[in-house]
């Protein structure tokens, strides 16, 4: 991870643990970010997605690759936002416990609001247009 990216997640963490838990739950009640299959972010998630645009509007969200499954594509020059997604670790060679918890961790990805995207054109599509 580059030193940037360190130093805005720090950054984030550090905003979001100065709030209270009042102050949390009032910003989350006005948010609703979801992604493009309707879930609602966590609050975790939503409020560091706040820090990071202000008052700019989120609706729906969603990482690169995604928006693509759905039909878009995220617009040329467009600037990412920061999320925590979980992820647990698989081990080789382990055998797997069912009454054994995974190990979960937290890895830092980038999304787009749909505002970034636009519908994506197929190369059949760009053929008639042109």
Do not use: C
Request: cysteine-free.
């Amino acid at each position: 991870m580059n030193e940037q990216k360190k130093e805005r997640i720090k950054n984030l963490m550090a905003t979001l643990s100065a709030l209270t838990d009042e102050e949390k739950e009032q910003l989350v009640a006005k948010l609703g970010i979801m992604n493009p299959e309707g879930h609602i972010l966590s609050p975790r998630n939503q409020m560091l997605l706040y820090f990071q645009v202000g008052d700019k509007p989120l609706s729906v969200v969603a990482g690169f690759k995604q928006w693509q499954e759905a039909g878009r594509s995220v617009m040329q020059g467009e600037r990412g936002y920061l999320i925590a997604v979980p992820a647990t670790s698989k081990k080789e060679n382990e055998e797997v416990n069912p009454e054994e918890e995974p190990e979960v961790y937290f890895l830092w990805r980038y999304v787009f609001d749909i505002s970034q995207t636009k519908e994506a054109v197929t190369k059949v599509e760009e053929g008639v247009a042109a």
